[in-house]
């Protein structure tokens, strides 16, 4: 009997071993998955890491119950590349994989309920009033209900031991049952269902519809589609849903002719991927300038394997990119280029599919499951060179050998997954992967984070400036306007000032368009009672409301409960609750009434929830279809549009008042960003105007030079100063609740313990701005430690000090977890 160890995807520490039944240990092998049962009654899928060198002792060894591949579903350096997240970022392995693999490829067990139409119910022990209700909705169900769909139908928290309860007494039946979660896409073929060398039957064929007009269209049309008659072609393939749109006819008439025996209905497994080939094209042609970066960069991984380039807005990063990529696919190796938002990958795609044809591929969280799937598979079953294009998640995808990984606008905090665990940041990881595959890292951006640059600086990393943009263009004037004094002179139109709205006017006029940033998505932050003041609030966290106009509802952005909007004040009654502020949906409103023969689009998280949301809208303003665009940050990154000369910030207060050792760097960097977008040619003279009650702010004089190093300069100064990363390692312990009393002693007890251990580099517990976030209180504890201590000590100390306490049955109804490297 061999021993097998088993990763489950479960936040619980190390392998576990399965004994492995002799009929199955030809195929039980490292890196492909297995069934095992977990727990009272649950089964997980598990990937098999390796074997046991002997048969545990001490408890009872359950045997693996499938073996679900006859290949690895994960390569090499994958697992190595899991166990350095989960040991990095304070997580379990199983936490990983459970993040890394998709859902579709790991089948669990559901626990389902039945009913026992036997029960009788014990009249000297009645049931409760929650138990009947349960039983009353399984008696109603119609279909059969597993645990959650119970807990989505009764609206009860405990339908796990009310259920335990109920099946003790009788009155219900449980069972687990494995459930498949991939659907492998299929598609309804129509196929011309006669002989296709006897000509005589399609003759007969057209006698028999000859008095049904539309029968006759689509069957001559099939026979044209599939190429029936020419049998000198081989026939192609066509879908009812082409035979449809191209003969004009409704299924019926298909079915019609099925009946007929003139055709035939075939479904078939498809893939989810565009099967069209799509050729290479020519290799960007590079200035001069662009050019010797590029060898610079070459010469740089020479010596380092991670080199930053600093290249302004719109001085050709991407052009330089799509040569590194060239050079790497020439080599049969494969590249990885991580974008931080998804409305990026639109562009880029078009971008580098323009050069590298159908070895593009895209992966991110807009994809369905399925389509994940398929992707993962895709990858397993093909080492060819490749061009994987996505967001931080790529970087668990099999790739079979990495020579490259781009990491593009490096410094944005979106690379920072925040939950659930691996807590990680895709551009470090991506560095680590890379060096796991012997590939180089290139980290690009125009606003390079401190710690970043700081490396740069400091030797550790290569680094290679582009100072200019593309041909010379110029940087976009920057012009700050001082809100308080338009609203004093009454200079306002809304949320413009009469300034910025003289400014678009101008742009207009000239066949110009124009990006408006507002940080804020929905109508208005918050709404508020004209009379008292009151505003109301989300009932399960600690934040205010804000108004979303399009479904008239006030919505949590934390939970996202939607409440009604209160006729009257619930605190005085008077009829005079109003929305205060701007968000991006309002300054849509505005700017539509403003300016009404414009075309406006909006960006934000609201209008691009389905899967195309962001092609359709890039790809209108693109093409100019709309002159306006107002958005969220996710307008002011990484976007390239050509006939952009005027940028707005409604408002940069919310930006620069963030109180955060990293405030000022987040806002340096959106701002410059934001302004990037504006005169990317030529052609144009790019100009931004930033609106702000705080005209004086110390932030502004770097930002109205472009002076990324004079901003750095100031900011690393203040960092030593205070000793903030990058020079310490910080890690967030984050302490959460249901009851306000047992977090705030909780952290407490934690906080001491802490300082027990690590001194005065414990500081906290504080209360996080939002301190109640889904009903769970929450606390915070910040460790700063210098850079010279041992990290891998510093985590085994913290992960022995959850254990003890978790032990100790201290962690009881608390969610407990590390944050390392918090953005
Ligand atoms: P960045 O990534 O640095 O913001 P991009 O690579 O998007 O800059 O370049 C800005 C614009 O200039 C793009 O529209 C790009 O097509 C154009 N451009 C840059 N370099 C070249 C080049 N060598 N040849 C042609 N067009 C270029
Ligand atoms: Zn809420």
Wanted: proline share 5%; glycine share 6%.
């Amino acid at each position: 009997m061999t021993f097998a160890e088993i990763l489950l995807p479960l936040p619980l520490q190390g392998t576990f071993t399965y004994s492995v039944p002799p009929e199955m240990s030809a195929q039980v092998c490292p890196g492909h998955r297995v069934i095992v049962p977990f727990g009272a009654k649950k089964f997980y899928t598990g990937i098999v890491t390796g074997f046991a060198p002997r048969e545990p002792e001490g408890f009872e060894v359950k045997p693996v119950s499938q073996v679900l591949d006859t290949a690895p579903i994960v390569r090499h350096p994958q697992l190595k590349f899991w166990n350095w997240l989960a040991d990095y970022y304070l997580c379990s392995p199983g936490e990983v994989y459970k993040a890394a693999l998709p859902a579709g490829l790991k089948i669990e067990s559901e626990t389902y309920i039945d009913i026992n139409p036997d029960f009788e119910e014990d009249t000297n022990h009645r049931l409760s009033e929650r138990e009947v209700m349960i039983l009353h909705i399984l008696a109603h169900a119609e279909k059969r209900m597993s645990m959650a769909d119970l807990a989505e139908a009764s609206g009860f928290r405990n339908v796990a031991s009310l259920t335990a309860r109920l099946m003790e007494r009788g009155a219900v039946m449980v069972s687990e049952k494995l459930v498949e979660r991939y659907r492998p896409k299929r598609e309804t073929y129509v196929e011309v269902a006669l002989d296709r060398y006897n000509s005589e039957a399609v003759h007969t064929a057209f006698d028999v519809i000859s008095s049904s007009p539309r029968q006759e269209k689509a069957f001559l049309t099939l026979l044209e589609m599939s190429g029936f008659l020419r049998k000198d072609i081989d026939l192609r393939e066509v879908t009812k849903k082409e035979l449809l749109e191209r003969a004009e006819v409704s299924p019926a008439i298909i079915s019609a002719l099925e009946t007929r025996g003139l055709v035939r209905q075939v479904k078939k497994s498809v893939s989810r991927f565009d099967p069209t080939e799509l050729p290479d094209g020519e290799l960007p042609t590079l200035s001069a300038a662009q050019d010797a970066a590029l060898r610079e960069i070459h010469l740089s991984w020479k010596e380092k394997d991670v080199t930053l380039l600093h290249g302004v807005t719109s001085s050709g990063k991407t052009e330089i990119y799509i040569h590194l990529i060239d050079f790497v696919l020439r080599q049969g190796r494969q590249a990885l280029f991580l974008v931080p938002e998804i409305a990026l990958t639109t562009q880029l795609t078009r971008r580098l599919q323009r050069v590298f044809g159908d070895k593009v591929l895209i992966y991110h969280s807009k994809f369905s499951d399925n389509e994940r799937v398929e992707l993962w598979r895709r990858m397993l079953d093909d080492n060819s060179p490749r061009v994987v294009i996505g967001a931080r998640s790529s970087v668990f995808l099999p790739f079979a050998n990495l020579g490259i990984v781009i990491v593009d606008e490096e410094h944005e905090s979106s690379y920072k997954q925040q939950d659930p665990a691996p807590r990680y940041n895709g551009r470090d990881a991506a560095v680590v992967l890379a060096g796991m595959h012997g590939a180089k890292v290139l980290l690009g951006s125009a606003t390079p984070a401190i710690d970043t640059y700081y490396k740069a600086l400091s030797g550790r990393f290569g680094l290679v400036s582009l100072t200019e943009r593309y041909e010379g263009v110029e940087l976009p004037r920057m012009e700050i306007v001082d809100l308080t004094l338009a609203r004093k002179k009454g200079q306002t139109y809304g949320a413009l000032t009469l300034d910025l709205k003289q400014k678009i006017t101008d742009a207009l006029q000239r066949g110009e368009q124009v990006i408006l940033f507002q940080n804020r998505r929905g109508f208005s932050p918050v709404a508020r009672c004209g009379m008292c003041g009151y505003v109301p609030r989300c009932e399960n966290c600690d934040v205010a409301l804000t108004y979303h106009k399009s479904i008239d509802k006030l919505v949590c952005h934390y939970c996202g409960t939607a409440y009604e909007l209160p006729r009257s004040c619930p605190a005085c009654h008077e009829p005079d609750i109003n929305p205060v502020g701007y968000g991006t949906e309002r300054v849509e409103n505005e700017i539509e009434f403003a300016f009404p023969d414009t075309q406006i689009a909006r960006m934000d998280l609201d209008t691009t929830r389905n899967k195309d949301g962001y092609a359709t809208i890039i790809e209108n303003f693109s093409q100019r279809k709309s002159q306006i665009l107002v958005g969220t940050q996710m307008v002011t990154k990484g976007l390239d549009f050509d006939g952009v000369s005027q940028v707005g910030i409604i408002n940069a207060d919310s930006m620069i008042n963030i109180p955060d050792f990293r405030g000022a760097e987040r806002a340096f960097c959106l701002i410059e960003q934001v302004a990037g977008r504006a005169g990317r040619r030529g052609s144009l003279k790019g100009q931004v105007t930033i609106q702000t009650y705080q005209p004086e702010h110390p932030l502004f004089e770097h930002l109205l030079r472009h002076d990324y190093n004079g901003f750095y300069e100031s900011e690393i100064a203040e960092r030593r100063e205070f000793n903030y990363p990058p020079f310490t390692r910080l890690v967030y312990i984050y302490l959460k609740h249901r009851d306000e009393r047992a977090v705030e002693n909780l952290a407490a007890a934690y906080s001491t313990c802490l300082r027990n251990l690590f001194g005065t580099r414990v500081q906290g517990p504080d209360t996080p701005y939002v301190s109640r976030i889904q009903n769970l209180f929450i606390r915070r504890i910040m460790l700063k430690i210098e850079v010279s201590a041992s990290m891998p000590k510093v985590k085994e100390i913290l992960r022995k000090l959850r254990e003890d306490m978790h032990a100790a049955g201290a962690l009881k109804g608390a969610v407990v977890y590390y944050d390392v490297d918090p953005m």
